[in-house]
């Protein structure tokens, strides 16, 4: 019904992507918009704000030849700034988080033994930190890295 009048609900917690004709146009913030489907706009589609949380389950050899399970989780959302860059450029966000924790764990671990992987989490946790930062236009929770 709201199509029919050309009015939009965009929800609490979330943005809509709004395009003309398929090109992007604009961002959508919650509330009421009016999106004239007759002038070739429409909702292209819809990104959450809310905090997500990834698991990532990563099975690794220590430096002692003796493999460990690491379990990462990431607490992770889009940046409102950059939008139409999470909802355009990322089609499957978790998976491609969770080669680069692949990579960064992978890198780390293997130099350690079991004592100095406990010691050094923390340095672990900042380097995927770091890495995903410098990879994605995402927000990391602060201290959402644990390991």
């Keep these: 019904m709201g199509n029919l009048f050309c009015c939009v ?7 809509a992507i709004k395009d003309r004709f398929g090109e992007y146009e604009d961002v959508l913030y919650p509330g009421c918009h009016c999106v004239p489907w007759i002038l070739g706009r429409r909702i292209a589609g819809h990104l959450l704000l809310r905090v997500k949380q990834l698991d990532v389950k990563c099975e690794t050899k220590r430096k002692d030849n003796v493999f460990v399970n690491v379990v990462a989780s990431i607490q992770y959302r889009a940046l409102g700034e950059k939008t139409s860059d999470a909802f355009y450029r990322f089609s499957n966000t978790s998976s491609r988080m969770q080669a680069y924790v692949f990579d960064v764990i992978r890198a780390s671990v293997p130099k350690l033994n079991l004592d100095d992987v406990f010691k050094q989490k923390n340095d672990i946790a ?3 930190e770091e890495e995903l930062e410098k990879a994605t236009v995402i927000r990391l929770s602060r201290h959402s890295s644990s390991i």
């Design 9 to 15: 609900q965009v929800d609490q917690s979330t943005v």
């Design 126 to 128: 900042k380097a995927v």
